[in-house]
């Protein structure tokens, strides 16, 4: 999610009033309260993921995970990860790769901190009917789908990475046919059990509360592309926060899993 995604729904929620008001009086009470003509429903899944706990008491183990959606590199996270040694997990698209290759490097120089895994080719929602999600149209067929996850994986081959195993796809969102068009292309699919900054929308004081609260086998999820929002700020500092309280960090490779809906069985 991004906050283009997240406004462009708000817009579409504020119009829905302003339609009804400009029905025709004429029309019976009936017509004027029937909402306005939209996409087929489709039926969206927004998976689960938890790993493997620890049952340590004082050794949590979390898998955090990060989107690069689009735009740029936030450093107040990067850095934190870098200086405090924390290994996480980055799913990122061919858009974010292109514009950041100083990021990218320093991933490439730290391969034991940072696995990179596949967030598409242009951040299209991996959903392979047409409809709208937070207001973005999803890709809307297999193929587009297809293309979406193959573009994004060859951007990271060709930018030096390993070839992914993971997908997470735009808004984490899918509908179950795509979810296993993606599986027989050998991915995994990566959802979450936390969702750490809303979006990268969330203040930075509840964001760093929701991170530094996850318990042990949580996958956390949140942004490494919004260096302007508060969000990041609180990402930063829960991140010093689980340290602290002993947890253990681990990527998704590094670890058994179970997703629902089909994710990763
Ligand atoms: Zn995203």
Redesign the pocket.
Same mark, same amino acid.
Do not use: E, L, P, V
């Given at each position: 999610?991004?906050r283009i995604l997240l406004a462009s729904a708000f817009l579409l929620a504020a119009m829905a009033p302003l339609l009804a008001d400009e029905l025709p009086s004429a029309l019976p009470a009936s017509a004027a309260v029937s909402p306005a003509p939209k996409t087929p429903a489709v039926k969206l899944v927004e998976p689960h993921l938890h790993i493997a706990r620890s049952n340590l008491a004082g050794h949590a183990r979390i898998a955090l995970t990060f989107?690069a959606?689009m735009g740029q590199a936030d450093e107040r996270i990067l850095s934190t990860l870098v200086r405090e040694r924390i290994p996480v997990t980055i799913?990122v698209?061919a858009r974010w790769l292109k514009h950041n290759p100083a990021a990218v490097a320093v991933f490439l120089q730290n391969p034991d901190l940072f696995e990179l895994e596949n #967030?598409g080719e242009n951040?299209i929602p991996a959903v392979d009917t047409p409809t709208l999600i937070y207001g973005i149209a999803s890709a809307g067929s297999p193929q587009a789908v297809r293309q979406e996850v193959e573009g994004g994986a060859a951007a990271m081959v060709a930018a030096g990475i390993p070839a992914p195993r993971w997908f997470?796809g735009?808004?984490a969102k899918y509908d179950l046919s795509a979810i296993g068009e993606i599986r027989a292309m050998g991915y995994r699919i990566a959802g979450y059990s936390v969702n750490g900054d809303g979006g990268s929308l969330l203040g930075a004081a509840i964001t760093e509360k929701r991170i530094a609260s996850a318990k042990d086998g949580d996958v956390v999820i949140s #942004?490494v592309n919004q260096p302007t929002h508060a969000a990041g700020e609180g990402v930063a500092k829960a991140l010093v926060d689980l340290k602290a309280k002993g947890v253990q960090f681990v990527r998704l490779e590094d670890v058994e899993d179970l997703g629902d809906d089909k994710t990763t069985e």
């Open positions: 999610m991004n989107d959606c799913f698209t #967030h951040h997470r735009s808004t #942004h």
